[in-house]
C-alpha cells in the first residue's frame, strides 16, 4: 500500500499531511518542508498555488481517508493551461526534485533519533533565561583571559554549554527567544552565543546523540575565537579590505586552531569546526578549499549558522537582513556554498520565522515571535509591539495566530512579512518577554 500519493489541491480535505508539493518549497508560503491541514484556509492556499502535492497518510490524522490518485501527467503539459494558471514546471532549483543524500550517511557513524518537546515555552523560558545569563558572563570571562594571554578554561565552557543544551534539547523556542532579546556590546561575543544556538537547533532536528549536541555548542562557541589574535581595526573596518589585510583576517582559523592545542583540546568535532567552518561545498572557501565531502559534517553545519546569524546581524560594514531573507539566501546557495540537505534540515529546524524576530500582521500591527514557530510556521504565537498605525502599544499582548479572532468578522490575522532587526526604531533588548 503507498503510503505517499500525489494528489489534486481540488481533492484535499482537513486532516491529510502534505508532505511534498509540486514546486519549489520557498516559491510559496510554504516555507518548510511538511505539514497537517487543519483548516480551510490551508486548503485555499494551496490551491492558490499548487496544482498538486504529495500527502503523507502515516502522518495525516485521517488515516481512513480514501484518496483519489491523479491520472499519469501527459509528456508535453501546454504552457498554460485552460485553468489560466501558470504551468508547473519541474524545476531543478527544488530540493524535492533531487536525489537526497540520507542524513544517516552524511553521520554514518551515529545512531540518529528524534528529539520531542518535553516542556512547553512558558516552562522553559525561565531556564532558558537562567543558562542564557550564565553562559554570557562565562563566555565573557574566558575571552576576555583568552585576551590577556591566558589559556582557554575548558572545563568552565563545559560547565557553561550544558545547561544550553539541556535548554534546546527540551525545546528549542525559549532559548532561542531569550537569545534574540539580549543585548551585547560585542558581536564577536554575541555572535558566538547564537551560532552554538543555531547550531544546537539543528543538531537536534537532525537527531544527533547529546554528546554530538555539546561538541557542536562548544565548537561554535571557539570557531572564531582566533580573531582575539587579529588586529581589532580590521575585524571593525567598514571599508573593502586590501588583499593583505583580507589575508590576515583568514588567519584567525589557524589562530583559532593554535589556541584550542595550547589548552589541550582533543575533541575531534570541535577542531573540525575551528578548522573548517569557513570551506565550502563547492570548494571555494578557505583556508584548504576543501569541497563536499571532505569538509567534516560538523565544519557544513557550523558554516551554514555561521553564515545565517552573521547576515542577521548588525556589522560593522553591513546592516543585518531579516530572516526570511537569510533563509532566502542559504536557500538559493545550497549544493554551491552549502550542503542542500543540511540547508533543508536547519529551515526545519527555525523556520522562517525564528523566534524573536519582527514581524508585520495582515492586520497592519507589528510584533515579535514568540513560541511554536517550528511546528506552526505559519501561524505562530506574536507578541504585539505596535498598533495598525505603528503607535507603540502601552500593554504588550501576545496573540495566538492559529486560534487568534478579531470577533468582528474579519479574517483571523496573518504575518504578512518579516522585517529588519530595528524596523520602526524597535529595540528588541528593551523586550522584556512574559
Not at 500519493?5 to 480535505?13: A, N, R
Not at 505539514?35 to 490551491?47: A, V, Y
Not at 557553561?160 to 531569550?178: F, G, K, Q, Y
Not at 533563509?327 to 523556520?351: H, N
Request: hydrophobic content about 35%.
Amino acid at each position: 500500500m503507498l503510503k505517499t500519493l500525489k494528489i489534486s489541491t481540488s481533492d484535499l480535505s482537513i486532516g491529510m499531511y502534505v508532505s511534498g508539493l509540486d514546486r519549489p518549497w520557498l516559491e510559496t508560503p510554504f516555507i518548510t518542508q511538511g505539514f497537517l491541514i487543519e483548516r480551510d484556509q490551508d486548503i485555499r492556499d494551496l490551491q492558490k498555488y499548487c496544482e498538486s502535492v504529495y500527502i503523507d497518510s502515516r502522518r495525516s490524522s485521517r488515516p481512513g481517508t480514501v484518496i483519489r490518485r491523479e491520472p499519469p501527467a501527459r509528456a508535453e503539459p501546454s504552457r498554460r493551461g485552460e485553468s489560466g494558471k501558470r504551468p508547473i514546471q519541474s524545476s531543478s532549483t527544488g530540493l524535492n526534485d533531487r536525489p537526497r543524500i540520507p542524513l544517516a550517511h552524511i553521520f554514518f557513524d551515529r545512531v540518529l533519533k528524534p528529539y520531542h518537546d518535553d516542556s512547553g515555552w512558558e516552562e522553559e523560558h525561565p531556564r532558558a533565561q537562567r543558562a542564557l545569563n550564565t553562559l554570557i558572563g562565562d563566555i565573557d570571562q574566558i575571552y576576555e583571559n583568552v585576551s590577556a594571554g591566558e589559556k582557554l578554561d575548558v572545563i568552565k565552557l563545559r560547565k557553561s554549554v550544558e545547561p544550553i543544551v539541556d535548554s534546546i534539547s527540551r525545546n528549542p523556542d525559549a532559548c532561542l527567544w531569550v537569545s534574540r532579546l539580549k543585548d551585547h556590546d560585542q558581536y564577536t561575543y554575541h555572535h558566538a552565543l547564537s551560532t552554538s544556538m543555531w547550531a544546537v537547533s539543528l543538531g537536534r532536528q537532525l537527531g544527533l546523540p547529546r554528546r554530538d549536541l555539546r561538541s557542536l555548542a562548544m565548537g561554535c562557541m571557539l570557531m572564531d575565537i582566533g580573531k582575539l589574535r587579529v588586529d581589532p581595526g580590521l575585524l571593525q573596518a567598514d571599508r573593502k579590505l586590501t588583499a593583505d589585510e583580507a589575508a590576515e583576517v583568514s588567519r584567525h582559523v589557524s589562530h583559532g586552531l593554535a589556541i584550542l592545542d595550547e589548552c589541550g583540546i582533543l575533541n575531534q568535532d570541535v577542531i573540525d569546526i575551528v578548522a573548517h567552518h569557513h570551506e565550502r561545498f563547492d570548494g571555494s572557501g578557505y583556508p584548504k578549499g576543501l569541497a563536499r565531502d571532505r569538509i567534516p559534517p560538523f565544519a557544513r553545519i557550523a558554516g551554514i549558522v555561521d553564515t545565517y546569524d552573521a547576515v542577521t546581524s548588525n556589522r560593522s560594514y553591513a546592516k543585518a537582513v531579516s530572516p526570511s531573507e537569510a533563509i532566502k539566501l542559504l536557500y538559493q546557495s545550497r549544493d554551491q556554498e552549502f550542503q542542500a540537505e543540511l540547508v533543508e534540515a536547519f529551515i526545519q529546524a527555525v523556520g522562517i520565522y525564528p523566534a524573536g524576530t519582527l514581524v508585520e500582521l495582515s492586520s497592519g500591527e507589528v510584533g515579535v515571535v514568540v513560541a511554536e514557530y517550528r511546528t506552526r510556521r505559519l501561524r505562530p504565537k506574536v507578541m504585539l509591539l505596535l498598533d495598525a498605525s505603528k503607535h507603540e502599544l502601552e500593554t504588550t499582548p501576545v496573540v495566538d495566530l492559529q486560534h487568534f479572532s478579531p470577533g468582528d468578522g474579519a479574517p483571523p490575522p496573518s504575518i504578512k512579512k518579516s522585517l529588519e532587526p530595528e524596523a520602526y526604531g524597535i529595540d528588541l533588548s528593551r523586550v522584556t518577554g512574559l
